[in-house]
């Protein structure tokens, strides 16, 4: 596979899985401030921060209402970590590579963005939000099930699984980190203990962890159980280990993939060890800090191996020709 | 409610579907009595599924626009088919393989010998102005002898019905993917009436393509890795490039994925590194195609592609150099090109052409320029013309002094009244001109695709098909109206 084509597919996935964690995200936050009394909802500046745009935002927009920052998430076109440019750019890439994908899935990531550019504006209506977020979401969960359901394993569907739980790794941590910290700290956070379940519960919702939350803990729902849940869990498929796993799951079928396998496992290793229950905010937050340092090093670390590197030519030619047998024996075998 | 056929209205052009009197064509019948009991409303519903269809597959086109950059536009497909009988398909299909093998059997003639500029057919200055002779050709043999791997040449029919070939495309020509998506579009609009009309098939050209691309490999490479090479996204037909990488399941690359060595071979850049590429279906053309032999600013190509071409290393198809058979003033010694190589009569005339490079023409040319059709000899997509009976005195002027400005590069041509086919259009059904590009692969054998792509000029009166000037297309079909056919469907 060329490595422009396998950094494109990498990049497509993690864009679509952005945009149907922005969905989650604006759903569950609007529920959220339904359920708190006013002065201690949490307001929408931490979603903004979620989305890591917070200094452009203060630019762009005058306040942090409801309308502002539901459009700036969704619609904005000038923001670039919004719902439509996430979708734009997904199907950007879903362009150039659109000889390499089934039809089903360019039709469904050109409907999506056709739909998402046409719709926005319902995000903001309380009235059509819920309608539009579940159909994006729905849409999102139609391409993964067309990955699953429809695409050779090979080269192609391993970059478009590191790029979905690369990306998803990184967005549990963004929601953990950011919760934790609006719940933990603030001048409310005394007062916000009556809510503290509620609050968590709202966070379980916007990952679809509730439900697998207490099938798998069988306890109530409190911060630290939460934080273990998200971050720790193997099996629940939006924590971070369980992400780790798949990338890993992935890199060992993947040629020259040690130096991203042994950093994905010492991450995994990493989280696993780690009592949160322990934790006070502040080391929570570093720690948080620190594995998305190495999610963004995780990312290097593939482009250098896989999408730029190569850079001389003939001491690379022998080792490939090896590769190239291989593949060629095993398309022998399974023809 | 039925279409009343009885209102179309007849025209001095041949109509491809309704004959004189208003009764349709043998190969028609059964497709206009569909589309009659289909009613028009019915109609308009399926024109809009097929929108929706197109929209939804994202069958696009690009345009460019000096102020906006490039725009994807939704491709223009009009559902009513263009209808040809198999037996005079079959008569074209003969004419097409014909000028394919005689326009490949001059390209590696110029760029060897010269035997037919020797003899006195062909004018040795016309070769040495030529805007698409490539001097860093000479002498090359590709595999097979050919250069014209893929020929479109676009086809019109005159008012009494005979077919021209108006001129072959031998660089890069594009369209064949839209033929394929337009077969794909209708079928799901009017599934009725392909169990019963006869339509023969037109899928089968990407395998066709992909054999052809494979069989060029340099010797002694069993398992050959086949390229598209693409200028990338922003090229007018990108989607086409990607539509038939996808097609045959090989790499859509673009130059900057692709290296030659110092061993003088093509090597792709992969995710386990650099693997060799054996042929290349190159869409980017001659002059941006090796900034070490052409323009050196190009981005698009590969530095050294030629010497990999010359060493033998890797096959391009269609080779450099092959677009010296596209001009248009070559183009008017085709016929004497079929009589010299291949002792045969042109079974497909062309256009009757004044060449303004001889003197007695030119004069005729330009004291009659409100009747003619000029055009530059090395555009395409139908810019720099003039169309005489539409132009005014101002342009008439500018074009005369174009033409004693540089005669050679301009040929004029009668205008021909494009047949016309039944169009839908706002408020029903009418006459739109057309005409037709199939596509012809030159390997070990020649195959012309069935059909071809129809480009149909939506505006009334207009004769302009191009897409990129509002022009539309239509499936073509190919129909076998004999009792076979038809027992075998029933």
Known sequence: ?335 | MRIAWEDYPASASFDELIGPGGAPRPAAIALIEFLSALGPEELATRQKAADVAIRSMGITFTVYHEEGGSIDRAWPLDIIPRVIALDEWQRIEAGLQQRAQALNMFIDDIYHEQRIVRDGVFPRGYLADSANFRSQCVGIHPPQHIWAHICGSDLVRGADGTVYVLEDNLRVPSGVSYMLENRQVVKRVFPEVFEAAGILPVDDYPSQLFDMLRALAPAGVDQPEVVVLTPGIYNSAYFEHSYLAHQMGCELAEGRDLVVGDDDIVYMRTIVGWQRVDVIYRRVDDLFLDPEVFRADSTLGVRGLMRAWRAGNVALANAPGAGVADDKLVYTFVPAMIKYYLDQDAILPNVPSFLCAEGDQCAHVLANLATLVVKPANESGGYGMLMGPKSSLAERKQFTQLIQLNPRNYIAQPVISLSTTPTLVEGGIEPRHLDLRPFILSGREVQVTTGGLTRVAMRKGSLVVNSSQGGGSKDTWIVDTSADYAFARS
């Open chain 1, 1 to 335: 596979m060329l490595s422009r084509v396998a950094d494109n597919l990498y990049w497509m996935a993690r864009y679509l899985e952005r945009t149907e964690n922005l969905a989650r995200l604006v759903d569950v936050s609007a529920g959220l401030m339904l359920d708190l009394p006013p002065r201690l909802s949490p307001g929408w500046q931490p979603l903004v921060k979620i989305t890591g745009n917070d200094s452009l935002y203060a630019e762009q927009e005058r306040d942090y209402s409801e309308k502002s920052a539901v459009k700036f998430i969704v619609a904005s076109a000038k923001n670039p970590g919004s719902m439509m440019t996430s979708i734009a750019r997904a199907r950007e890439i879903a362009r150039t590579v659109r000889d390499i994908l089934p039809r089903e899935v360019w039709e469904q990531i050109n409907e999506l963005y056709l739909y998402v550019g046409e719709h926005a504006a319902e995000a903001s209506a309380r009235r059509t939000r819920y309608g539009f977020l579940g159909r994006v979401i729905s849409s999102t969960h139609a391409l993964t099930g067309m990955f699953e359901g429809i695409f050779n394993e090979g080269d192609a569907l391993s970059f478009l699984t590191l790029g979905r739980n690369i990306e998803r790794a990184d967005m549990t941590s963004r929601i953990v980190d950011v919760r934790a910290a609006a719940m933990m700290t603030g001048p409310s956070a005394a007062q916000l203990g009556a809510f503290e379940t509620v609050l968590w519960m709202g966070v379980l919702r916007s990952l679809s962890g509730y439900q697998m939350y207490r099938l798998k803990t069988r306890e109530r729902v409190y911060g630290a159980g939460v934080v273990r849940f998200l971050l720790a869990d193997e099996q629940f498929p939006r924590a971070c280990v369980c992400c780790l796993r798949r990338a890993e799951d992935v890199l060992h079928r993947l040629p020259n993939s040690e130096p991203l396998l042994r950093r994905v496992s010492r991450m995994r290793r990493a989280i696993h060890h780690t009592r949160f229950e322990a934790l006070e905010q502040g080391e929570l937050h570093e720690f948080i800090d620190r594995l998305q340092v190495s999610l963004a090093r995780t990312n290097d670390e593939l482009a250098r191996i896989y999408f730029v590197g190569h850079s001389a030519l003939q001491a690379d030619v022998a080792p490939i020709l090896a590769y190239q047998s291989q593949a060629q024996n095993d398309k022998q075998i399974t023809a």
